[in-house]
Every structure is written in structure tokens, then in C-alpha cells.
């Protein structure tokens, strides 16, 4: 018996891929860079409003005023959606991670909604609409400097480049699209596909390493060598978390039913501003933004929270993130859910000690991202990053299975509007159909 080995597809040469592979890394310094420029703006706006404003008015910044700037956050983002040209773009809780090019004049509402959104302390991340903004901009140029790239592939290179500069490794994209390019019914070797895309996620890292941003990286007990029975407790937690995932799932229509109940962007993007605000007020400033620096804070000193603690900050997040999603805020899935996962993991680990700390935290993490990415490499390469130990990833590999088993026929985490709301009531989870779109090719969802 001998492994098969594809066809060669015949537009797929050496010499094409070489030449191609100058305008990909192209594309990825491009697309870090954009990427780089939004979150810096961000950041400057988040510190004028959560240090510079306070500190001059002499309130505190983890009090009431966590609730102004989040009411505040979501007439601005309202306002923008209604004035700016294109409406910032399709509303993010309807969006898989890549989609179709948007028109550029969308992009600047899509930018500023996105901006308001990060440094306000909205509970999403910027991985939708970087995405969207860098794919736009991708094929207005190719379309312009080399029209004969196909507008899938521009949309590709676009798509791995953004996740490179995302997560500071060409790995994740790779991961990603090994899933999504062995979807689509092409022939050749799978990584002459591969090439153009890991080669534009490549120079994205590398663009984002060099402009100091900072590793997704969190330091974490070693787990050494797998015990029996870590099979066993891992896969146990990590099915429990998958339930939680779930009940998000569900949860996931009702709260967007509810929040468009008030029609108008401007209402439901204050309103859903408001209730953020309260949230953040209640769980307090580690419970707000995209996660990831406080993912490290609850990382560096997990010891620091008991079981009682890391519930309530779970539960804030998860509300926060399923409002901050249903209310028309621009931005991704991932991020937030990633910091749910960690949180859980960590309540796992408190309630049982026996299981390593490092187990704890990637089982959390596989449990809520197959839940809302509904891509297994992505998860796994997610739970392996934030633990930081990579010989996690053989019992990662068997752990993820039955979590798999439970995800496999639910529905995607986003929301399918009604194709004719005189016909439909309310917007809908996604269907897992045999002939769903990411049995076509689609990308996961964020």
C-alpha cells in the first residue's frame, strides 16, 4: 500500500509560485501594517478615554465611568453605521471570518466603527474586520496592478496574512486554510495551494514582530510527560466546556432577537453600549475589551482568583460577548471566546486540582473556540499557544475528538438573517447542512 499523491495541477508551477510569492509577502507587510495602524489608534483612544479623561477629571477609571464611555462607545459606533458610507459593512454577527470583497467605500465606516469599538472596551476583537478591510484592499489593488489573480485568491491571501499578523505566526493561517482549501474541490498538492498563503501570513509576522507587538504568548507551569488519566479528566472538562459553548449557541439568537427589537443602529448600539457598561462595571476592566492582555492577568497569577471569582468573570464575558456581538458592534469572536475558554479552564482547575494547570486552560480553550470557530486546528493551535507547551499537543489531539462529537451537528455560532422577513420572524443560528457553505469552502466563523 503506498500513499497517493494528488495530481499536479498544471497552472501550478514552480516558476509561478515564485513569482507570485513577491506580491504575497507584499500583501502581508500590508496587511500587518493595517492591521498594526488600527490597533495603535485604538490603544491611543482607549488610553485618552480610560486614563487621560479620568485622571484630568479626577474619577475613578474601574467605576461609573466604565458605564459612560461604554454608553458613550455605542452612540458613537450607532452614529457611524447610520452616516458613513455602505453602514460600516454587513453586521458582524452575520459574517463567517472571510467573505466576499466589500466596496471601499465602506471601509472607512467599518474602520472607525472598529476603532470605537476596541478602545471603548467592547468585548470583541479586530479579526472580522481587519479581514474584511485588508481583502478589499487586496483585490482593488491586484484588480488594478495584476488583474489576472483570481479574486478567490486575493481574498485568501488577504484572509492568512491578517491571521499571521494576528497571532505573530505564519502556523495559525497554515492550520486554518488547510481546512478550508482541502473543502474546496481543486486538484493539485495541498500545499502548492498552501504556498502563496503561509508565504503572505509569513511576512505578516514577521511585519508585526518588527514593529513590536507584542507575542501571543502567556507563561504557564510545564505540564510534562501525559498521565492515563489525564485522557480521561481532560476530555471530561473539555465536554463540559463544549456544553457551556452550546448554551452561548443558543443563547446567541435570543440575545440578537432582542437587541433588534429596537430597530434603529443608534438605539441598539447605546442600548447595547449601556448594557456592556453595566457588565464592565459589575465584572470590572478585566472583563471588557478583545481579551488578550486580560487573558494575561488572569495568567499571570491564577492562584490570585478562587472558584467563586473565575465563575462570575466567565459569566460577565460570555454575556458580554453575546450582547457586544448582537448589538451591531464591528468585530470578531475569536478573542472574547478565547478568554471565556481560559476562564473556565481555570475554574476547572480550581474546583479540580488534580488536573495540570496547563490542561486546564487548553481544554477550556478547545471547548469554547470548537464551539464557536467550528475548526478543530484552529482550536487546537489556540489552546497550545495560550498553555505554551507544545508537548500538550498529543493529548490535545485525542481530547478534542469527543468534543468534536458534540459540536459536529450543531449549528454555527452567527446569525443567518431570514431571506424574507415576511416569511421569517427573527434571525436564526446558522444550519449545519451537508451542503452548507463551509462544506463549499466557507471559512469558519469568528
Known amino acids: 500500500m503506498s500513499l497517493a499523491i494528488p495530481d499536479t495541477d498544471p497552472n501550478v508551477t514552480p516558476k509561478r509560485l515564485a513569482v507570485l510569492a513577491v506580491p504575497a509577502i507584499l500583501i ?21 478615554l480610560y486614563k487621560a479623561l479620568p485622571g484630568a477629571l479626577g474619577v475613578d477609571p474601574s467605576g461609573w465611568w466604565i458605564i459612560v464611555v461604554l454608553t458613550a462607545t455605542g452612540l458613537a459606533v450607532g452614529i457611524t453605521l447610520t452616516l458613513l458610507p455602505g453602514h460600516g459593512g454587513p453586521d458582524s454577527a452575520t459574517t463567517e471570518l472571510m467573505g466576499p470583497p466589500l466596496p471601499l467605500r465602506t471601509l472607512p465606516g467599518l ?18 474586520p481587519i479581514i474584511a478591510i485588508n481583502a478589499a484592499v487586496v483585490v482593488a489593488i491586484l484588480a488594478r496592478l495584476i488583474p489576472k489573480v483570481p479574486v478567490q485568491l486575493a481574498i485568501l491571501l488577504a484572509g492568512a496574512s491578517t491571521i499571521g499578523a494576528l497571532f505573530g505566526t505564519p502556523v495559525a493561517a497554515a492550520l486554518l486554510f488547510t481546512g478550508i482549501l482541502a473543502a474546496l474541490k481543486a486538484g493539485g498538492s495541498l500545499w502548492d495551494r498552501l504556498f502563496l498563503p503561509v508565504a503572505a501570513a509569513g511576512a505578516a509576522a514577521v511585519t508585526m514582530h518588527l514593529l513590536g507587538a507584542p507575542p501571543f504568548a502567556f507563561d504557564l507551569p510545564d505540564y510534562g510527560a501525559p498521565q492515563a488519566i489525564d485522557f480521561v479528566t481532560g476530555s471530561l472538562l473539555t465536554c463540559a466546556i463544549v456544553l457551556v459553548g452550546l448554551v452561548m449557541l443558543y443563547a446567541f439568537p435570543l440575545a440578537y432577537r432582542a437587541m433588534h427589537a429596537l430597530r434603529h443602529p443608534i438605539l441598539i448600539t447605546t442600548f447595547g453600549g449601556l448594557i456592556l457598561g453595566i457588565l464592565g462595571f459589575l465584572g470590572g476592566p478585566i472583563t471588557m475589551f478583545k481579551g488578550l492582555t486580560q487573558m494575561g492577568e488572569l495568567l499571570k497569577d491564577p492562584g490570585a482568583y478562587d472558584a467563586g471569582q473565575l465563575a462570575v468573570i466567565a459569566g460577565i464575558k460570555i454575556l458580554a460577548l453575546l450582547i457586544a456581538a448582537s448589538a451591531l458592534f464591528r468585530g470578531g469572536r475569536i478573542f472574547p471566546a478565547t478568554f471565556v475558554g481560559v476562564a473556565l479552564g481555570l475554574l476547572g482547575n480550581a474546583l479540580f486540582p488534580s488536573i495540570p494547570i496547563g490542561l486546564a486552560v487548553a481544554c477550556g480553550v478547545i471547548g469554547i473556540l470548537v464551539v464557536v470557530t467550528r475548526d478543530g486546528w484552529l482550536a487546537l493551535f489556540i489552546a497550545a499557544a495560550v498553555a ?49 457553505k463551509r462544506a463549499r469552502g466557507g471559512a469558519p466563523t469568528s
Not at 476603532?115 to 472580522?128: C, H
Open 388 to 436: 505554551g507547551d507544545i508537548t500538550l499537543l498529543p493529548i490535545l489531539c485525542v481530547i478534542i475528538l469527543p468534543a468534536w462529537l458534540l459540536v459536529t451537528a450543531a449549528p454555527e455560532f452567527r446569525i443567518v438573517p431570514p431571506a424574507d422577513p415576511a416569511t421569517a420572524d427573527a434571525p436564526r443560528a446558522a444550519p449545519a447542512t451537508k451542503q452548507s
Open 111 to 128: 474602520a472607525l466603527a472598529t476603532i470605537l469599538s476596541l478602545a471603548g472596551g467592547v468585548s470583541l476583537g479586530p479579526e472580522n
Open 28 to 48: 502581508g507587510v500590508l496587511s500587518a501594517l493595517v492591521l498594526w495602524t488600527l490597533e495603535q489608534a485604538a490603544d491611543l483612544l482607549g488610553g485618552v
